[in-house]
């Protein structure tokens, strides 16, 4: 049983550019988490999305930040024309169940150059 | 909403114990805990849920105290791989997890 999956684990992007992460959650899950990590820092929430819907946003910025979990194929976490200041780790989550355990995947790290 | 986790920072020597709390001011439907170690993702340790309970593996073992909204982690007779950063997520009935600002936890020889 493969766990969460997030590709790519590296992205390099220009300022202005557009930067996709995916994230596939774990077989049988359809709650996603989306986490933002700067360096020696703590996990910021950006986003709760169950299949299709998005549950809460409320820590996602409201201009160039948006994410999509559809009903076939991974959550996507998509910025926009991005700034250095969006460099960090993103992390995405999944769990089965409201209040069961939620598994990480990897991360994407994004640097933006 | 984001729950507030002491001390910031913890050093051992191994073999000695250690407790990190987490605690929130919203009425909680689950705790869970993770260790992240330096550039991998967290790893799950446990959850918590609500009606107050405790558990534990090993030699880590947590409690949930529903009515203080509170949580703590015990570790004892820490060993050099539970160095790392340890975060508490805290879960409403709104579904959406919190985490905590982090502890970080170093064991030494």
């Known amino acids: 049983n493969a766990g969460v999956m997030q590709n790519p684990r590296h992205l390099v992007r220009r300022r202005g550019q557009e930067a996709r992460l995916r994230c596939s959650p774990m077989?049988?899950?359809?709650?996603v988490y989306w986490y933002r990590q700067l360096p020696e820092e703590g996990l910021k929430f950006m986003v709760y999305?169950?299949?299709?819907?998005?549950?809460?946003e409320s820590g996602m910025p409201k201009e160039r930040f948006s994410a999509e979990f559809p009903k076939e194929g991974p959550s996507i976490l998509r910025i926009q024309q991005v700034v250095r200041g969006d460099s960090a780790a993103y992390f995405c989550?999944?769990?089965?169940?409201?209040?069961?355990?939620?598994?990480f995947g990897q991360g994407t790290r994004l640097t933006v150059v | 909403q984001q729950p507030v986790q002491s001390p910031q920072a913890v050093i051992l020597r191994e073999g000695e114990d250690a407790v990190i709390n987490c605690s929130s001011s919203?009425?909680?439907?689950?705790v869970h805990w993770y260790r992240q170690k330096h550039g991998e993702a967290p790893v799950f340790l446990m959850i918590?849920?609500?009606?107050?309970e405790q558990k534990g593996h090993d030699k880590i073992s947590a409690s949930f105290n529903e009515k203080k909204q509170q949580s703590s982690l015990y570790l004892t007779a820490s060993q050099l791989s539970y160095s790392g950063t340890y975060f508490c997520?805290?879960?409403?009935?709104?579904?959406?997890?919190?985490f905590g600002a982090g502890t970080r936890l170093t064991v030494k020889p």
């Open positions: 989550a999944s769990s089965r169940t409201q209040g069961g355990e939620a598994f």
């Open positions: 077989k049988g899950h359809s709650h």
């Open positions: 999305l169950q299949k299709e819907n998005i549950i809460d």
């Open positions: 919203k009425a909680l439907y689950s």
């Open positions: 918590l849920l609500k009606g107050g």
């Open positions: 997520g805290t879960e409403t009935n709104n579904n959406d997890m919190r």
